[in-house]
C-alpha cells in the first residue's frame, strides 16, 4: 500500500510536467503592449473591430484593418489592412487573404495552406493583462521594466556577425609533416555597417613542430582585411599579407582527413611549400548558387622540410620526407567560379558542384626542385598558365538511394612547364583508392607521373590529369547506435544507421611534351582510355565515418585497400 | 550467475531506455496533401543530456534548424519540387527561470513564452505543426526532413571555455580530448555541439 502511494506520488510530477500552458506571470514585451493598446484604441476609427467572436466569410471584403478582442477571429474573405488578435485565436480559412500584417497576442493561429498573408505575422501566447476602459483598453503591467526581447537580441548578434576579438586562437590549417599544428593567434574585428561589412584580422602563425625561431621561418604570419558592399548579395574587396605554409594539391582528402591521417597513423596525403607575399582579389557574392572572385598575388615560394611532429601511431617510422620546390617570386593572377546547387553541402541528394579556376603566373625562378623526370624548367623568367576543374552531379534516384557522379580535370594550359607547386597527381584514398599513395611500382607512374628512379618524396610531377567517380549509394536498413548517446554518429537517417555505397574510379595523370614512355602526351592529345587506372570498392557509410574496400581492376596485382573517409567521398 | 544476469537484463534494456529519450521526427499526410500541407511533430529534441547541460548551466540558447523537403518521383531521378525553412529558438532565463521558446517561418513569427522545465518546453516543441508545403501537381511525392540542434555559441573564446570544460565548439578540432574513448572523442572531432536528425515520409500520390 505505502509503495503504491509512494509510486503515485513520483508519478504525478511527472503528469504535471505535461502541461505547457507559459506562466501567466510571464507579460509580453513592452513595445508590444504599447503597439497593441494603440492600434486597438485607434481601431474604433475605422476598419472593422468586435469585442467578441467575429466571423468574416468567404466573399466578404473589408477595406481597413480588423481588431478582435477577447475574439475568436475567424476570416474567410478579403482584408486590405492589418489584423489584430487581442486574447483571441485567429483561424484562417482556405479563401482568406489579408493584405497587411497578422498580430495576435495571447492566442493562436489557425491557418489553412491556401491562405494568402502579404504582409508578417507575429503571434505571441502570452496573454495581454488589461483593464477595459469604454470602448478603450489599457495594459495592466506597463511599469513593468522593459525586457528586451531575448530573440531578437540573440537573432541581431548571430545575424550581424558583429564582433570584436582582443585574442582569437584558431586552428590556421590541417596538422601536417611540415608543421605540426598551425594556430593561429590575434585579434579580429568584424562589424557590420548599412552598407555592407568589414572584417580585419592579424595573427601569428605559430608552428608546434617547430622551435618558434624566427631565423628559421618558424612563425609565420598572417594580415587580412575585407570590405563587402551588400549584405546578402554584392561585391567584396580584401587584401592581405602572409608568411604561410600551404599545400600543394588540397582538392583531394579534405583538411580534417588529412589532418586525422596525419596525426592518428603518420601519414600525410599532402606535400607542403612555402609562401611569402601579398594579395588583392575582388569576390562577387549573393546566392550561395554562384560565386565569381578574381585574385592577384606577388608571392616568393620556397621549400619546406618535413619536421618530426607527434603522432599516434608508427611513431618508430619517419615521417614521409617533404619533397623540395622549385623557389622563386612569382606574380599569380587567379579567377574562380563556383555553383553550388546541392540540396545540402554536407548530405547532397540531388544538385550540381562546379567548381573552375585560371591562373596565370609569372615569375623568376631561383632555384629548380629535382624530380624523377629531367626537367624542362629554365631558371629565370617563366610564364605558365594552368586551369583546373571539379564537376560533380548528385541524383537521387529514390527516398533511400543515389547515383553520384564526379569529373576532375585539370593541368597545363600553356606557357613554360608548370612549377612543382602546381603539378598534380591522381593518387591516394581520394582519387584512386584501389591504389596505395605514393607506393613504389615497376615502370613509369600514371598517378604521379614519377619515372624511375623515382625520389623518396615521390612529389605529383603531372602536366595535366584525368578522374572519374561514380558511385551508387543506398539506405541500409539497420538501426545499431541509437543507445550510443556519445557516439560520433548524430545524423541519425529515415531508415537506419548507414547506408551502402558501391563505387568506381578511373584515372591518370601525364606530362605534356614529346610522347614517350607512356607518361609523355603531345599537347592535344588525350592517353588512351587503356592506359588509366581503374579500381572498384563498396564501403559502409556510417554518416560521418565511412569504411570502404576498393581493389585495382586495371592492375589486378594491387591488394585491395581498406580506408576510412569522413561523411561523403565527394 | 545473478551477476551475468543483471548484466544481460542492463544490456537488453539500455536500448529501450534510450528509445524513450531519442528523438523522433513524424511527417504526418493528410487525407488530402495537395491541399493541406504536413504536420511535424518532432519529440525529444532537447532530451539529449549535454544540450540540456549547455542549456541550463551554461545559458546557451538552442537552435533548432528545421529542413523540409518535398521530392518529386521521376522516371528516372527524383527531383527537389520545393523546399521550407524555419528555426526554433529555446533559451533560459536564469532571472525569471524560465525556458523561452519562439518559432520563425518566412514572415511568421511566433512567441510561445516561457516554461518552468526543459520538459515543458520540449512538449511544445513538439506540438505538430502544420507546413505550407505541398504540391500543385500530379504526380508522386514524398517528404524529407532534416533537423539540425545546435547550441548557440558566441565567441571563439566562448566556444574554447567550452572546450575546456568538456563541451566542444561547432568547428572541427581534430586534437581534441586525447585520453577519452573513442566515441568521445570523435564526437568532439566531428561533431561539436550539432545534431542533425532526418525522416522520412511515406510516398503518396496527387492525382
Given at each position: 500500500?505505502?509503495?503504491?502511494?509512494?509510486?503515485?506520488?513520483?508519478?504525478?510530477?511527472?503528469?504535471?510536467?505535461g502541461?505547457?500552458?507559459?506562466?501567466?506571470?510571464?507579460?509580453?514585451?513592452?513595445?508590444?503592449?504599447?503597439?497593441?493598446?494603440?492600434?486597438?484604441?485607434?481601431?474604433?476609427?475605422s476598419?472593422?473591430?468586435?469585442?467578441?467572436?467575429?466571423?468574416?466569410e468567404?466573399?466578404?471584403?473589408?477595406?481597413?484593418?480588423?481588431?478582435?478582442?477577447?475574439?475568436?477571429l475567424?476570416?474567410?474573405?478579403?482584408?486590405?489592412?492589418?489584423?489584430?488578435?487581442?486574447?483571441?485565436?485567429?483561424?484562417?480559412?482556405?479563401?482568406?487573404?489579408?493584405?497587411?500584417?497578422?498580430?495576435?497576442?495571447?492566442?493562436?493561429?489557425?491557418?489553412?495552406?491556401?491562405?494568402?498573408?502579404?504582409?508578417?505575422?507575429?503571434?505571441?501566447?502570452?496573454p495581454?493583462?488589461?483593464?477595459?476602459?469604454?470602448?478603450?483598453?489599457?495594459?495592466?503591467?506597463?511599469?513593468i521594466p522593459?525586457?528586451?526581447?531575448?530573440?531578437?537580441?540573440?537573432?541581431?548578434r548571430?545575424?550581424?556577425?558583429?564582433?570584436?576579438?582582443?585574442?582569437?586562437?584558431?586552428?590556421?590549417?590541417?596538422?601536417?609533416r611540415?608543421?605540426?599544428?598551425?594556430?593561429?593567434?590575434?585579434?579580429?574585428?568584424?562589424?557590420?555597417?548599412?552598407?555592407?561589412?568589414?572584417?580585419?584580422?592579424?595573427?601569428?602563425?605559430?608552428?608546434?613542430?617547430?622551435?618558434?625561431?624566427?631565423?628559421?621561418?618558424?612563425?609565420?604570419?598572417?594580415?587580412?582585411?575585407?570590405?563587402?558592399?551588400?549584405?546578402?548579395?554584392?561585391?567584396?574587396?580584401?587584401?592581405?599579407?602572409?608568411?604561410?605554409?600551404?599545400?600543394?594539391?588540397?582538392?583531394?582528402?579534405?583538411?580534417?582527413?588529412?589532418?586525422?591521417?596525419?596525426?592518428?597513423?603518420?601519414?600525410?596525403?599532402?606535400?607542403?611549400?612555402?609562401?611569402?607575399?601579398?594579395?588583392?582579389?575582388?569576390?562577387?557574392?549573393?546566392?550561395?548558387?554562384?560565386?565569381?572572385?578574381?585574385?592577384?598575388?606577388?608571392?616568393?615560394?620556397?621549400?619546406?622540410?618535413?619536421?618530426?611532429?607527434f603522432?599516434?601511431?608508427?611513431?618508430?617510422?619517419?615521417?614521409?620526407?617533404?619533397?623540395?620546390?622549385?623557389?622563386?617570386?612569382?606574380?599569380?593572377?587567379?579567377?574562380?567560379?563556383?555553383?553550388?546547387?546541392?540540396?545540402?553541402?554536407?548530405?547532397?541528394?540531388?544538385?550540381?558542384?562546379?567548381?573552375?579556376?585560371?591562373?596565370?603566373?609569372?615569375?623568376?625562378?631561383?632555384?629548380?626542385?629535382?624530380?624523377?623526370?629531367?626537367?624542362?624548367?629554365?631558371?629565370?623568367?617563366?610564364?605558365?598558365?594552368?586551369?583546373?576543374?571539379?564537376?560533380?552531379?548528385?541524383?537521387?534516384?529514390?527516398?533511400?538511394?543515389?547515383?553520384?557522379?564526379?569529373?576532375?580535370?585539370?593541368?597545363?594550359?600553356?606557357?613554360?612547364?608548370?612549377?612543382?607547386?602546381?603539378?598534380?597527381?591522381?593518387?591516394?584514398?581520394?582519387?584512386?583508392?584501389?591504389?596505395?599513395?605514393?607506393?613504389?611500382?615497376?615502370?613509369?607512374?600514371?598517378?604521379?607521373?614519377?619515372?624511375?628512379?623515382?625520389?623518396?618524396?615521390?612529389?605529383?610531377?603531372?602536366?595535366?590529369?584525368?578522374?572519374?567517380?561514380i558511385e551508387?549509394?543506398?539506405?541500409?536498413?539497420?538501426?545499431?547506435?541509437?543507445?550510443?548517446?556519445?557516439?560520433?554518429?548524430?545524423?541519425?537517417?529515415?531508415?537506419?544507421?548507414?547506408?551502402?555505397?558501391?563505387?568506381?574510379?578511373?584515372?591518370?595523370?601525364?606530362?605534356?611534351?614529346?610522347?614517350?614512355?607512356g607518361?609523355?602526351?603531345?599537347?592535344?592529345?588525350?592517353?588512351?582510355?587503356?592506359?588509366?587506372?581503374?579500381?572498384?570498392?563498396?564501403?559502409?557509410?556510417?554518416?560521418?565515418?565511412?569504411?570502404?574496400?576498393?581493389?585495382?581492376?586495371?592492375?589486378?596485382?594491387?591488394?585491395?585497400?581498406?580506408?576510412?573517409?569522413?561523411?561523403?567521398?565527394? | 550467475?545473478?551477476?551475468?544476469?543483471a548484466?544481460?537484463?542492463?544490456?537488453?534494456?539500455?536500448?529501450?531506455?534510450?528509445?524513450?529519450?531519442?528523438?523522433?521526427?513524424?511527417?504526418?499526410?493528410?487525407?488530402?496533401?495537395?491541399?493541406?500541407?504536413?504536420?511535424?511533430?518532432?519529440?525529444?529534441?532537447?532530451?539529449?543530456?549535454?544540450?540540456?547541460?549547455?542549456?541550463?548551466n551554461?545559458?546557451?540558447?538552442?537552435?533548432?534548424?528545421?529542413?523540409?523537403?518535398?521530392?518529386?518521383?521521376?522516371?528516372?531521378?527524383?527531383?527537389?519540387?520545393?523546399?521550407?525553412?524555419?528555426?526554433?529558438?529555446?533559451?533560459?532565463?536564469?532571472?525569471?527561470?524560465?525556458?523561452?521558446?519562439?518559432?520563425?517561418?518566412?514572415?511568421?513569427?511566433?512567441?510561445?513564452?516561457?516554461?518552468?522545465?526543459?520538459?515543458?518546453?520540449?512538449?511544445?516543441?513538439?506540438?505538430?505543426?502544420?507546413?505550407?508545403?505541398?504540391?500543385?501537381?500530379?504526380?508522386?511525392?514524398?517528404?524529407?526532413?532534416?533537423?539540425?540542434?545546435?547550441?548557440?555559441t558566441?565567441?571563439?573564446?566562448?566556444?574554447?571555455?567550452?572546450?575546456?570544460?568538456?563541451?566542444?565548439?561547432?568547428?572541427?578540432?581534430?586534437?581534441?580530448?586525447?585520453?577519452?574513448?573513442?566515441?568521445?572523442?570523435?564526437?568532439?572531432?566531428?561533431?561539436?555541439?550539432?545534431?542533425?536528425?532526418?525522416?522520412?515520409?511515406?510516398?503518396?500520390?496527387?492525382?
Amino acid at each position: 500500500m505505502r509503495r503504491t502511494l509512494l509510486t503515485l506520488l513520483l508519478a504525478l510530477p511527472v503528469a504535471a510536467s505535461g502541461q505547457v500552458s507559459p506562466k501567466s506571470s510571464q507579460s509580453l514585451p513592452r513595445e508590444i503592449r504599447r503597439e497593441v493598446v494603440t492600434r486597438w484604441n485607434a481601431s474604433n476609427t475605422s476598419g472593422v473591430r468586435a469585442a467578441d467572436k467575429l466571423e468574416l466569410e468567404a466573399g466578404r471584403d473589408v477595406n481597413g484593418d480588423v481588431s478582435v478582442l477577447h475574439g475568436p477571429l475567424i476570416i474567410g474573405g478579403h482584408v486590405s489592412g492589418n489584423v489584430l488578435a487581442v486574447n483571441a485565436d485567429v483561424t484562417l480559412r482556405a479563401t482568406a487573404h489579408i493584405d497587411g500584417d497578422v498580430l495576435i497576442v495571447g492566442g493562436q493561429l489557425d491557418r489553412s495552406a491556401s491562405a494568402h498573408v502579404d504582409g508578417s505575422i507575429r503571434i505571441y501566447r502570452q496573454p495581454l493583462a488589461l483593464r477595459e476602459d469604454g470602448d478603450k483598453i489599457a495594459a495592466l503591467d506597463d511599469d513593468i521594466p522593459d525586457e528586451d526581447s531575448w530573440w531578437r537580441r540573440l537573432e541581431q548578434r548571430t545575424r550581424s556577425d558583429s564582433r570584436s576579438e582582443f585574442l582569437r586562437i584558431v586552428q590556421a590549417g590541417p596538422y601536417n609533416r611540415a608543421e605540426g599544428l598551425p594556430i593561429e593567434l590575434g585579434p579580429l574585428v568584424q562589424r557590420p555597417t548599412p552598407w555592407g561589412s568589414v572584417r580585419f584580422n592579424t595573427a601569428a602563425m605559430l608552428r608546434t613542430a617547430t622551435s618558434f625561431s624566427s631565423e628559421r621561418s618558424d612563425v609565420g604570419q598572417r594580415l587580412r582585411g575585407e570590405v563587402r558592399f551588400g549584405h546578402d548579395h554584392g561585391i567584396g574587396v580584401g587584401a592581405g599579407a602572409y608568411n604561410i605554409v600551404d599545400g600543394v594539391e588540397t582538392w583531394q582528402l579534405s583538411d580534417l582527413e588529412t589532418a586525422l591521417a596525419a596525426f592518428i597513423s603518420r601519414r600525410d596525403y599532402r606535400d607542403y611549400f612555402a609562401r611569402h607575399g601579398a594579395s588583392g582579389y575582388v569576390t562577387a557574392f549573393g546566392d550561395h548558387d554562384l560565386n565569381v572572385s578574381g585574385s592577384f598575388a606577388v608571392e616568393r615560394w620556397s621549400s619546406r622540410v618535413a619536421r618530426n611532429p607527434f603522432s599516434i601511431l608508427n611513431g618508430e617510422h619517419a615521417w614521409r620526407e617533404n619533397p623540395s620546390m622549385d623557389e622563386g617570386l612569382f606574380h599569380i593572377a587567379t579567377i574562380r567560379a563556383s555553383l553550388d546547387t546541392r540540396t545540402d553541402p554536407v548530405d547532397p541528394w540531388s544538385g550540381w558542384f562546379a567548381s573552375a579556376d585560371v591562373e596565370h603566373g609569372a615569375g623568376t625562378q631561383t632555384s629548380i626542385a629535382p624530380t624523377s623526370f629531367p626537367r624542362l624548367n629554365p631558371l629565370g623568367p617563366v610564364t605558365y598558365t594552368r586551369a583546373f576543374v571539379d564537376l560533380r552531379r548528385y541524383n537521387r534516384l529514390s527516398p533511400t538511394e543515389q547515383l553520384n557522379m564526379r569529373l576532375v580535370a585539370g593541368g597545363w594550359v600553356g606557357g613554360d612547364p608548370l612549377p612543382l607547386e602546381r603539378r598534380l597527381s591522381v593518387d591516394g584514398p581520394a582519387a584512386l583508392p584501389g591504389f596505395d599513395f605514393r607506393s613504389g611500382r615497376a615502370g613509369p607512374d600514371v598517378g604521379t607521373c614519377n619515372d624511375p628512379p623515382v625520389l623518396p618524396s615521390r612529389p605529383a610531377e603531372c602536366d595535366r590529369i584525368l578522374l572519374t567517380q561514380i558511385e551508387y549509394r543506398g539506405d541500409l536498413p539497420l538501426d545499431l547506435f541509437s543507445s550510443w548517446e556519445d557516439w560520433p554518429f548524430r545524423f541519425r537517417g529515415a531508415h537506419g544507421a548507414a547506408t551502402w555505397v558501391l563505387f568506381a574510379d578511373a584515372g591518370r595523370g601525364w606530362k605534356v611534351g614529346t610522347p614517350s614512355d607512356g607518361i609523355t602526351y603531345s599537347r592535344g592529345a588525350l592517353p588512351p582510355l587503356s592506359t588509366f587506372r581503374a579500381d572498384l570498392g563498396l564501403g559502409l557509410d556510417l554518416s560521418i565515418i565511412g569504411v570502404y574496400a576498393a581493389k585495382s581492376v586495371s592492375t589486378p596485382a594491387e591488394p585491395i585497400n581498406y580506408f576510412v573517409r569522413l561523411r561523403h567521398r565527394f | 550467475m545473478r551477476f551475468v544476469l543483471a548484466f544481460l537484463l542492463v544490456l537488453l534494456t539500455a536500448p529501450l531506455a534510450a528509445q524513450e529519450t531519442r528523438p523522433r521526427l513524424d511527417i504526418m499526410l493528410g487525407a488530402t496533401p495537395a491541399q493541406d500541407g504536413p504536420l511535424i511533430v518532432t519529440t525529444n529534441l532537447l532530451a539529449d543530456p549535454h544540450t540540456r547541460d549547455l542549456l541550463v548551466n551554461g545559458a546557451f540558447p538552442e537552435r533548432m534548424h528545421f529542413r523540409l523537403e518535398l521530392w518529386r518521383k521521376g522516371s528516372v531521378f527524383d527531383d527537389l519540387d520545393g523546399r521550407t525553412e524555419w528555426d526554433m529558438l529555446v533559451s533560459y532565463d536564469p532571472t525569471q527561470k524560465l525556458f523561452n521558446v519562439v518559432r520563425r517561418l518566412e514572415n511568421q513569427f511566433e512567441d510561445f513564452g516561457g516554461f518552468p522545465t526543459v520538459t515543458a518546453a520540449d512538449l511544445q516543441i513538439a506540438r505538430p505543426f502544420r507546413v505550407p508545403l505541398r504540391p500543385d501537381q500530379s504526380g508522386h511525392y514524398y517528404y524529407n526532413l532534416i533537423v539540425e540542434v545546435r547550441t548557440l555559441t558566441e565567441t571563439d573564446l566562448a566556444a574554447l571555455q567550452q572546450f575546456l570544460r568538456g563541451t566542444p565548439q561547432a568547428t572541427s578540432q581534430p586534437l581534441s580530448w586525447l585520453g577519452k574513448n573513442l566515441g568521445r572523442l570523435m564526437s568532439r572531432v566531428l561533431g561539436g555541439n550539432t545534431r542533425q536528425y532526418a525522416q522520412q515520409s511515406d510516398l503518396f500520390g496527387v492525382p
